[in-house]
């Protein structure tokens, strides 16, 4: 079991604090189990890092999933969050059953 879910989405998708409703906060959430899920079960295939059509996959998938975040969430902001989620997971996820986060428990 991975221990990167929502939380560590959740973090980027909503810092520095933002003014969001608790059905907002929701929603983000959701957002960040749904694309967690796809990611791991769907597009972090082995060595998806050294593929760059593996790895515009994944950026595309992260942007169609954030497409579902509030209206709160301005262009610029949504591309903003885009590009910090797609370098967390780069950064983080080897493949779908590794991370950075696994190997340091």
């Known amino acids: 079991f991975l221990t990167w879910g929502p939380p560590q989405l959740f973090g980027i998708l ?8 608790e059905k907002e ?12 899920q796809k990611l ?4 972090l295939a082995l060595d998806w890092r050294k593929k760059q ?7 595309l998938t992260i942007e169609t999933m954030l497409d579902k975040l ?3 969430f301005t262009p610029d902001l949504w591309q903003t969050k885009c590009n ?4 967390h997971v780069f950064d983080h996820y ?4 590794h991370s950075t986060y696994a190997m340091a428990g």
């Open 84 to 87: 910090l989620v797609f370098q």
């Open 53 to 59: 059509q593996m790895r515009a996959d994944v950026r």
């Open 14 to 21: 909503t810092k520095p604090e933002m003014d969001l409703s």
């Open 94 to 97: 080897a493949d779908a059953r």
């Open 70 to 72: 509030p209206r709160t």
């Open 40 to 43: 791991k079960h769907e597009k």
């Open 25 to 36: 906060k929701a929603e983000v959430k959701m957002v960040a189990r749904e694309l967690l």
